[in-house]
């Protein structure tokens, strides 16, 4: 059975596009030479299919039966942290930044690097959106200079979710522009 790493690199290697799972969602920057950060973004259901849909069945492809029962368990504790993203919004997620490269403005500049070539893409475009753990508050930061505002607090006042994912607050950010 293949580990966690071999199936999100099965998964990543599929480049379907509309999600996060998605080698061609991603920009990556380098300074001298070496990987410096990078940044995921879609535009959502762009093929009217919701980016969890494609997760899933991705996902489903890769997963054993136990791990889609233990997915199926859990499903009501983490319910309320689900965050439906709106259509046809610029989606920004798993923003990393090497810890060598941190304090650079490298996650701002990939992400007005998506937000450029997405533009010229969707000249429509006019929202961009990202969810955020309410104790990242370094990138919460960052999505202000950006010009994100907090738009919705989810919380989830469970203490079986703690076990099962890093936190229980998730932080709904937006950002308009033309």
Known sequence: MPGFKEILRNILLEDIDGHEFSLSSFLVAKVDGQNAGACAAWIEAIDDTPSYLLKYSLLAQYFTEDNINFSKNIAPLIKGLHIDREKLALQIESVYVNPNFRGLGISSLIINE???????????????????????????????????????IFKVDNDKVLSIIASNCLVLMEKTFS
């Open 114 to 152: 998506h937000f450029r070539q997405k533009k010229l893409q969707y000249p429509d475009l006019t929202k961009s959106q990202l969810i955020v753990t309410d104790e990242n508050y370094s990138a919460i930061h960052v999505y202000n200079k950006l010009g994100f505002n907090v738009v919705k």
